[in-house]
């Protein structure tokens, strides 16, 4: 790796602020993707504006949380309520890089930060898109499985390689995560399918389906079947306050899709998966693995004991 690189990471708090600062960009970015993308405008023109005057926003009061914060959540223009969700997303991303700028610093962890920073943004943006729209789009799920494929041919690590990989080694680890994909979806679909036939209804959309192969080819089949039961556990720690809080939180201004989150409302499931995903980014990745690999020892040893 360059001789910069060694001197900027050999510091854990410049490591952090780092991420800190670029966390806070990409943050900023992802709340244009969640507003525009739904609606099928341009993420690039035309340049940030005040979405209730439509004025041009200022560089000064566009800075990513600190312009929130200063203008007290409100737009300098028209005094248009900014939605807290633009600071929620900004502020989370932040600190997300930043968590992974200090634990991934070692020059050898280079391949889990990559895709840390590439992972975690999709996953964000999906969250704030399912539960404003009810909606995940093609190009995060399919697209970002896609990326998951050439990652990890060009990094094998992310499935147990070497950090210096022999061709095979690298086909391989594109099995690995053609492998997560296909069954992570898979599993994901046999259950909504199974859960439909019992209850008569829709129980899971398709765009969880395509975002569970988009998590199993960066996290393997074992990351994949963790996030569908993680997700659902998740679901039920904080579906009733999730739905309270945004029922009361709703504004009219952010509603124009008529499906946000509400008491006696169809739930998204996409944004439990998600959570289910970051935790496992944050530092749960070797427990889940030690578990399966002890669990298939475990079942091996057992049957042949028969």
């Known amino acids: ?121 999709i996953i964000m943006v999906v969250i ?44 391989s680890a594109l099995l690995a995560s053609l492998l997560g994909m296909l069954i992570s979806s898979s599993i994901l679909y046999w259950i909504g399918a199974i859960a439909e036939r019992l209850m008569r209804r829709e129980a899971l959309g398709q765009g969880d389906v395509k975002l569970l192969g988009f998590v199993g080819a960066f996290c393997g089949w074992q990351g994949g079947l963790f996030v569908i039961f993680g997700g659902a556990i998740v679901g039920t720690v904080l579906l009733i306050p999730v739905m309270i809080i945004s029922k009361f939180a709703s504004r009219k201004d952010d509603s124009d899709h008529g499906n946000g989150i509400g008491l006696g409302m169809e739930v998204p499931f996409g944004p439990f998966l998600g959570i289910a995903s970051i935790f496992y980014f944050l530092g749960l990745r070797e427990f889940v693995e030690d578990w399966f690999e002890t669990s298939f020892a475990d079942f091996i040893v057992f049957f042949s004991g028969l």
């Open 1 to 121: 790796m360059p001789e910069f690189y060694l001197q900027i990471f050999a510091d854990p708090i410049l490591r952090g602020t780092i991420g800190f600062a670029l966390g806070a960009v990409t943050g900023s970015f992802l709340n244009v993707c969640a507003s525009r993308i739904p609606n099928g405008l341009s993420i690039i023109r035309p340049a940030s504006r005040c979405p209730n005057c439509n004025d041009g926003i200022a560089w000064k009061n566009n800075i990513p949380i600190v312009s929130w914060l200063f203008l007290k959540g409100k737009s300098k223009c028209c005094d248009y309520r900014i939605p807290l969700r633009y600071f929620v997303l900004e502020f989370l991303t932040a600190v997300l890089f930043a968590f992974f700028f200090v634990s991934f610093g070692n020059i050898n962890d280079y391949h889990y930060l990559l895709t840390s920073l590439i992972f975690i943004p």
């Open 128 to 171: 704030v898109i399912d539960l404003e729209t009810m909606t995940i789009p093609d190009r995060f799920s399919i697209g970002g499985a896609m990326v998951g494929l050439i990652l990890s041919f060009l990094m094998p690590a992310l499935h147990g390689f070497s950090n210096e990989p022999l061709f095979l080694e690298r086909v």
